[in-house]
């Protein structure tokens, strides 16, 4: 297994200081910052657009892993990509037409995903795996920062690993909510392969360290998969 790579979820910086937490990811280690974009409507909360990003891509070198929790994502694709998106990801279960979104997309130079919420069987997004870069699967409700990791949804993500392999297809494995130096375990045995972290970097005092933390655990996670006695720390 390739090692986790690690998105600080911008959402969790501090906006006040948004140019000094940004570096404390980039400096600490991270491979590239999640970026939440809410509407009110297809989530509870609302957080910020295209300009907010743009602002983002200006304070960083880290590539920018936009997801887009909106009703209807494709009237701001265009936007988002020239904010400095590198990868855009929207929910299947959104209200626009999935082929011709995924198909917007992949006229840009920026990946794709596509994101599948807890309630949402993953059997929905099979028929759309060969057009996509990364598959997230969501490990809380989409909305808010700081919810409980749900464990469960990690049947998801082996079920995507298999498919993958049965499939020959090219998707990345992403999960979002709760994960942090513990529950990384779970995430990546069960073969998750970018970590979205938000609190577990950014509420930290010293991020280098917590994106440290990560990668170590997720190493550890990874070494016992082959071994008879699991040692994993209990979620």
Request: proline share 6%.
């Amino acid at each position: 297994m390739k090692p986790a790579l690690i998105a600080p979820s911008v959402i969790a910086a501090d906006f006040g200081y948004l140019r000094g937490d940004l570096a404390r990811a980039e400096q600490g280690g991270a491979d590239m910052l999640h970026v939440d974009i809410m509407d009110g409507h297809f989530v509870p909360n609302i957080t910020f657009g295209p300009d907010i990003v743009r602002k983002i891509k200006s304070l960083t070198k880290l590539p920018l892993d936009v997801h887009l929790m909106l009703s209807n994502p494709r009237k701001f694709i265009t936007d988002f990509y020239e904010a400095g998106a590198a990868n855009i990801t929207f929910h299947i279960e959104c209200d626009d037409k999935i082929t011709t979104a995924l198909h917007e997309v992949s006229t840009f130079d920026c990946k794709v995903g596509l994101a599948v919420k807890p309630k949402t069987p993953l059997s929905a997004v099979r028929e759309y795996l060969a057009r996509i870069d990364r598959l997230l699967i969501m490990t809380v409700e989409p909305g808010f920062g700081g919810q409980k990791f749900m464990p469960d949804m990690m049947s998801k993500v082996e079920e995507a690993v298999a498919w993958r392999k049965e499939g020959n297809f090219r998707y990345d494995i992403e999960v979002d909510g709760g994960l942090d130096k513990w529950t990384i375990w779970p995430a990546v045995r069960a073969g998750a392969e970018v970590i979205v972290a938000g609190t577990a970097v950014f509420g930290q005092p010293d991020a280098e360290q917590a994106i440290r933390d990560l990668r170590d655990n997720a190493a550890q996670a990874v070494a016992h998969l082959k071994s008879p006695d699991d040692p994993s720390p209990k979620v």
